[in-house]
């Protein structure tokens, strides 16, 4: 197998207490079954209280949630008790492995860090060259063009980059695609229909913003969203993926046009999307 990394996401540290938007949330966070019975059995006081805030149903264990949506685990300060209390090795193997991702396609093993984390889109914003791949144990370095050629798949320059298409029936579209994912909270729900309310003032927006926004910002977004799904091209075909990464910017986009905080608006994408394997697979299907 070959593993691939993007440049800069293998010094990936977690920003633990200085997270704004800590991972711990929102999800019921699923337990493997021999570290469910670790914490099942465990004695003492720590025992006690993460068999209080775990609860089994027909999938297995997970963490429950408090009223305010965090895990039960997570302390006032922005840590895990089950880190600070017992040791990195004892989480689950979620939050052992989260945000990493690996992408298998071929013989190739995709990695990096998922754009729901924070620091991820601090990476991200951070480099200010292409975005390159590494070839982990070698010294080659590839553009996303070069990795795809790699990889056997071959596209036309304009599809390795993106342009943002602000115009009305499009952006209908996409908002309607959008509309109709599972959505993670109710914030999202009414963040759709909000702008689905007035479209051609979301267009007049974005149409501002093609005038300032950050094209190789933009360009290193498209490709790591494309880049993460390239294992979907087997079953959809590349344009179809190619496609939902141009529209997944495209929203990124028209979202940081309106509000801002380019960041913020990947982040809260990736939450509501990319991490529901259901809705990626719903928006390709759309193509
Ligand atoms: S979102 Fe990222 S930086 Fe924040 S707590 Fe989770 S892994 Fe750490």
């Known amino acids: ?22 991972c711990c949330q929102l999800w ?38 408090r009223k305010d949506r965090h895990c039960g685990m997570l302390r006032p300060d922005g840590l895990c008790e089950v880190i600070t209390e ?30 729901c984390c924070e620091r991820t889109c601090e990476i991200l914003m951070d480099g200010k060259q292409p975005l390159a791949f590494h070839e982990e144990d070698t010294d080659f370095i ?34 309607s695609d959008l509309a109709a994912t ?24 974005a149409g501002r913003y093609s005038a300032t926004y950050d094209p190789l910002l933009f360009d290193r977004l498209y490709q790591f969203i494309f880049y993460r799904q390239l294992d979907k091209a087997e079953t959809y075909g590349l344009e179809a993926v190619a496609e939902y990464a141009r529209r997944s910017t495209e929203f990124i986009f028209l979202e940081a046009a309106r509000l801002g905080d380019v960041g913020e ?13 259901g809705n990626v697979d719903f928006l390709i299907q759309q193509l």
């Not at 342009?163 to 009305?168: A, I, S, V």
């Open 265 to 277: 608006q990947m982040r809260r994408w990736s939450e509501q999307i990319e991490y529901d394997t």
């Open 182 to 205: 599972d959505p993670i909270d109710e914030a999202w729900t009414r963040e759709m229909a909000e702008l689905t309310k007035d479209v051609p003032a979301v267009v007049t927006a």
């Open 28 to 65: 019921e966070i699923d337990i493997d079954d021999d570290t469910a019975a670790y914490y099942l059995h465990l004695k003492g006081p720590m025992g006690d209280k993460l068999r209080r805030n775990m609860e089994k149903n027909e999938e297995g264990w997970h963490f429950k949630l």
């Open 142 to 175: 590839y553009s996303f063009r070069e990795l795809l050629e790699f990889m056997g798949f071959s596209i036309s320059e304009a599809l390795s980059h993106f342009t943002p298409r602000p115009d009305e029936g499009n952006y209908r579209n996409l908002l």
């Open 86 to 115: 017992l040791g990195e090795d004892k989480l689950c193997d979620i939050c052992m492995v989260h945000p990493r991702f690996f992408t298998y396609a071929g013989e190739f093993i995709l990695c990096g860090t998922g754009l």
């Open 1 to 22: 197998m070959i593993s691939i990394i993007p440049e800069g996401f293998n010094e990936f540290v977690c920003k633990a207490g200085r997270c704004r938007h800590t």
